[in-house]
T-cell receptor
Framework: GAGVSQSPSNKVTEKGKDVELRCDPI?????LYWYRQSLGQGLEFLIY????????KSGLPSDRFSAERTGGSVSTLTIQRTQQEDSAVYLC???????????????FGPGTRLTVL | GNSVTQMEGPVTLSEEAFLTINCTYT??????LFWYVQYPGEGLQLLLK?????DKGSNKGFEATYRKETTSFHLEKGSVQVSDSAVYFC????????????FGKGTHLIIQP
């Protein structure tokens, strides 16, 4: 399995509950990205990690959203006190290095479909 | 801020027709430009890219040329096939630290036999 993997593939939760979404990037990729895909907003960039560090968290939609990356590998996106407007597909991508620096490709995972009831 | 505008469709064509999907962008500096494709039931995958002005990206018969003077990156294919039916996303990256991709809304392409 050489690609980006995400778990769970589907998550249904009740409003107000916390959820954790996981991303396993391609081995050796130092850059990791989270995006959200929804009908109303299209594809939105949320946050970027270079190694374990996220230089800019301003893309996160609210302070209920947080993300971390440990060991330069796995990343988790946590949404606290979920709301119905959080329902979307959450995509993770990884790349060898900064996309614009080397024109590098971002490889996307299959996504986690989150439904908040 | 950065933005990408593309025709949303759906765009419906007959097999072997010529395809153009328009994409224009607004960005600071000199962005890299991309077309991603999402086939039914599959994840996003890179179709082609261009990293500087006048570069032409090409793959699977698709082409797009980075036009700085018109801030455009239109996707073209001379003869489409049913298997090209998918959603196509134009995107840019301008770096500067955040380095995420800014996507257009996506164009749903339907090719009829």
């Amino acid at each position: 399995g050489a690609g980006v993997s995400q778990s769970p593939s589907n998550k249904v939760t009740e409003k107000g509950k916390d959820v954790e979404l996981r991303c396993d990037p391609i081995s050796g990729h130092t850059a990791l990205y989270w995006y959200r895909q929804s009908l109303g907003q299209g594809l939105e960039f949320l946050i970027y990690f270079q190694g374990n560090s996220a230089p800019d968290k301003s893309g996160l939609p609210s302070d209920r959203f947080s993300a971390e990356r440990t060991g330069g590998s796995v990343s988790t996106l946590t949404i606290q006190r979920t709301q119905q407007e959080d329902s979307a597909v959450y995509l993770c991508a990884s790349s060898l290095g900064p996309t614009s620096g080397i024109g590098g490709e971002q490889f996307f995972g299959p996504g986690t479909r989150l439904t908040v009831l | 801020g950065n933005s990408v505008t593309q025709m949303e469709g759906p765009v419906t064509l007959s097999e072997e027709a010529f395809l153009t999907i328009n994409c224009t962008y607004t960005a600071t500096g000199y962005p890299s430009l991309f077309w991603y494709v999402q086939y039914p039931g599959e994840g996003l995958q890179l179709l082609l890219k261009a990293t500087k002005a006048d570069d032409k990206g090409s793959n699977k018969g698709f082409e797009a040329t980075y036009r700085k003077e018109t801030t455009s990156f239109h996707l073209e294919k001379g003869s489409v096939q049913v298997s090209d039916s998918a959603v196509y996303f134009c995107a840019l990256s301008s770096g500067g630290g955040a380095d995420g991709l800014t996507f257009g809304k996506g164009t749903h392409l339907i090719i009829q036999p």
